[in-house]
Each structure stands twice: as C-alpha cells, then as structure tokens.
C-alpha cells in the first residue's frame, strides 16, 4: 500500500509536471504566434522581404569555403592519400 508521504510525493511531481506543460504549451503557442504576425506584416511590405543570401551569393560562398579548405587542409589531404596508395 501506498504510503501518505508517498502519494503526496506523486500529487506533487504530477501537478509539476502539469503546470510546467501548461507554461511551456503557452510560450509556444505565444511565440508561433508572433512569428504569424512578424510574416504577415512583412507580407505586406514586399520590398523588406529579401533573402539574406541569394543563390548566387550562395554558390559563391560554397565555392570560396571549398576553396579555404583545400588550401589550408590540402597537404594534409594529399599525405593522407598518398598512404592509401
């Protein structure tokens, strides 16, 4: 059998854990709908609307990324390959 000390333990961890679902259920709802708000105003200013990087300037940065890469790991790169040989 269940002790008192025991059952009041349980109420408590399970009136926690309702409470903490409710805040949490409530900041998400809070926070999404201020995310529907922030995409509806900025529907309606099109011209603010931009992406931060466009493809171009996306291709260009993979491209220099890969570029860095090769020329700071590329001896490295090279003797490691070798060995497999």
């Not at 009041?8 to 201020?34: P, W």
């Not at 996306?58 to 060995?83: K, M, P």
Request: avoid cysteine; charge should be positive.
């Amino acid at each position: 059998m269940i002790s008192v000390l025991n059952q009041e333990r349980f109420l408590g961890a399970a009136l926690g854990a309702i409470f903490t679902g409710a805040v949490v259920f409530e900041q998400r709802r809070r926070i999404y709908k201020s995310i529907a708000e922030n995409e509806a105003q900025f529907a309606s200013h099109p011209q603010i609307k931009e992406p931060v990087f466009e493809k171009k300037s996306r291709l260009e940065f993979g491209h220099l990324w890969n570029r860095a890469v090769d020329l700071t790991f590329g001896t490295l790169i090279e003797s490691l390959s070798s060995r497999g040989k």
